[in-house]
């Protein structure tokens, strides 16, 4: 912020959990923004939740959740004329009426295994350029390179400036053929 006294408008802090960032200058004095760190998806999620299960308490939500969850299960539903010959005693609509299902299938066993034996996949244990191209942080991080800059930068020309800033080199002082054939033995093709 000292090389950048304009941009101060542009730190605003959290609503939900308290944490400064950079904002673009068109939402600069703004009080109820989210961190791009978690919170704004976590805001998100659960509005959709609770925009859903208010839909699925009204009565028209109740019978697509019928019809979908009839689905799920592989039930078809039964024409009226097949399901009650004499009409509707229930009242409920012909599309409404669902078949039971045949055999319930069994849940698979829930195995837990120990913390111990739980691995992080291999894309989490090293950079690079794909995971950095498909992240959600990458639109925050092109926007703050763009103010602290004062240049626009592309998607793409983030992502390559980030990847050669970033980019793994070996400690080692060997040869590069002695490194890759470690490697190779560690992690086989």
Same mark, same amino acid.
């Given at each position: 912020?000292? +090389? ?6 542009? #730190? ?13 200058? =068109? ?26 299960? &208010? ?24 024409? &009226? ?10 009242? $409920?609509?012909?599309?409404?009426? #669902? ?10 066993? *829930? ?13 989490? $244990?090293? @950079? ?6 498909? +992240?959600? $942080?990458?639109?925050? *991080?092109? $926007? #703050?390179?763009?103010? *602290? ?8 020309? #983030?992502?390559?400036? @980030?990847?050669?800033?970033? =980019? ?11 490194? @890759? *054939?470690?490697? @190779? ?5």
């Amino acid at each position: 912020m000292e +090389s950048h006294p304009e941009l101060r408008g542009c #730190v605003v802090s959290c609503v939900a959990c308290g944490i400064r960032f950079l904002t673009h200058p =068109r939402n600069a004095g703004r009080r109820n923004l989210r961190c791009p760190f978690g919170c704004r998806q976590h805001h998100r999620r659960q509005h959709s939740s609770q925009r859903s299960t &208010a839909y699925y308490q009204t009565a028209a939500g109740k019978a697509k959740k019928k019809r979908l969850n009839a689905r799920r299960q592989g039930c078809l539903a039964l024409p &009226a004329a097949q399901s009650q010959p004499n009409g509707d005693p229930q009242g $409920m609509s012909p599309a409404l009426q #669902v078949a039971p299902c045949c055999a319930a299938v069994p849940a698979p066993p *829930v195995s837990e295994s120990s913390p111990a034996a739980a691995e992080l996949p291999r894309e989490f $244990m090293a @950079l690079d350029e794909a995971s950095v191209a498909k +992240s959600p $942080m990458l639109p925050y *991080v092109r $926007m #703050v390179v763009s103010l *602290v800059e004062g240049v626009e930068f592309t998607c793409r020309e #983030v992502v390559h400036l @980030l990847w050669q800033t970033l =980019r793994q080199r070996s400690i080692g002082a060997g040869r590069e053929v002695d490194y @890759l *054939v470690s490697f @190779l033995h560690r992690q086989p093709p």
